[in-house]
Structures are given as structure tokens and as C-alpha cells.
């Protein structure tokens, strides 16, 4: 899957957040801002495959889980890791990369598809101290439905999604995708199904 992503000023991208957030009136807990989460559902194979050559990366946190406190600083940072990721790694498929139809793995020789995007963005943003529970790995549908990865990112201001195929952080509602699964926060190695995968979901680029 080749690599498209939006061009977008980090002034621009903080207006364009800070205008989502909108009214102070809004919940935080309105669907807008959060995905309706449904039963556990089948975990993606290239998880599993990958919790079991990177076993430390899949332990379960037995705190609770918590969500990002999106300040102003923690969107640059999102911001910041989504763009650097998304120019530092070479879009390849893994049966170019790996002779395989589905591999997760870190991008480690500078290539690798959407899922690898994702999980180093994760990996960055834990270093930086960010909470694991918040960043959780999800799988969409694109409107040819294709299947793509993301990393969702839960904040008490809503849910912003980290693209490879955009360098704008956005609203989860505000992407051409429909949502399907996703980890728990619970349980990273849990996985639940988005309310609704059917419903489309779809914004303009």
C-alpha cells in the first residue's frame, strides 16, 4: 500500500484540533468523540506473531488504564511522532518486505506497511511517556475496502488517530475509514468490536 499523506502546517493542525474540540458544553463521553465499543472479537493474526517474538512489548499492565490528558504540548507530540514516522519509513507491502501476506514488526531497516507505522508510533510515544492503555492498535476499512491499521489515541478530549496515510492528527470521526476492531484498554491483547462496523463512516481526505 503506497504511502498518501496530507500535507499540513502544525499551526494549521493545532487550529483545526483545538476548533474539534469545540464548545465547553460538549461531554467528553458524547459518541463524537468516543467509539461505541461492542463484544471481544478475533485477534489479528500478525498481533499474536508479533507478541510472540516481542513478548515484553504484549505484557498486560495491571494498572488501570488511562487515557492522555491532550494538552496542547501532548498534541505537538502526537503531531510531532505521526509526521516523523510517517517520512522516516519506506511504504512496502510484507510480501516485498517479508515474503509473507501479513507481518507486524518495528520498521527497524526503514521499511514497512501501515501496521509497522502504527507500532512504532506506539513505541515513540511510550518513551516519551505516554501510557500504553491509551494507544491502541485498530484495524479499519477504507471506503475500496481494503483493511488498513491505525493507532487510535485515547484522550479526555476524544479519540485522534496517527495515519500513515496523513500527517494531520485527526478525530477518529473525521478519517475516510470504517472502524472495525481494536485492543482493549483493558487488555492490549484483547480485542473488541467497533458498534456498528457496518455503518459507513466516511469523511473527504
Request: hydrophobic share 40%; aromatic share 10%; net charge neutral.
Amino acid at each position: 500500500m503506497l504511502r498518501r499523506v496530507a500535507r499540513l502546517t502544525m499551526s494549521a493542525a493545532l487550529a483545526g484540533a483545538f476548533s474539534f474540540w469545540g464548545a465547553p458544553a460538549r461531554a467528553a463521553s458524547e459518541p463524537l468523540l468516543h467509539a461505541a465499543l461492542g463484544a471481544e472479537t478475533s485477534v489479528p493474526y500478525g498481533w499474536l506473531d508479533f507478541c510472540h517474538r516481542y513478548r515484553g512489548e504484549c505484557d498486560v499492565d495491571a494498572s488501570a488504564p488511562r487515557d492522555i490528558d491532550l494538552t496542547a504540548k501532548a498534541y505537538k507530540d502526537l503531531q510531532r511522532i505521526n509526521a516523523k514516522v510517517n517520512h522516516a519509513i519506506e511504504p512496502v507491502s510484507d510480501m516485498e518486505h517479508w515474503g509473507v501476506v501479513d507481518r507486524w514488526d518495528y520498521p527497524a531497516d526503514g521499511k514497512g506497511d501501515c501496521e509497522d507505522y502504527a507500532l512504532m508510533k506506539r513505541r515513540l510515544l511510550v518513551e516519551l511517556g505516554y501510557p500504553r492503555a491509551a494507544l491502541l492498535m485498530t484495524v479499519v476499512k477504507e471506503k475500496n475496502g481494503d483493511g488498513h491499521a491505525i493507532l487510535t489515541v485515547k484522550t479526555n478530549r476524544g479519540e485522534f488517530v496517527l495515519d500513515n496515510m496523513n500527517d494531520a492528527v485527526r478525530p477518529w470521526t473525521n478519517t475516510p475509514y470504517r472502524f472495525v476492531k481494536r485492543q482493549s484498554q483493558l487488555d492490549q491483547n484483547v480485542w473488541v468490536a467497533i458498534d456498528d462496523p457496518n455503518a459507513p463512516r466516511f469523511a473527504a481526505r
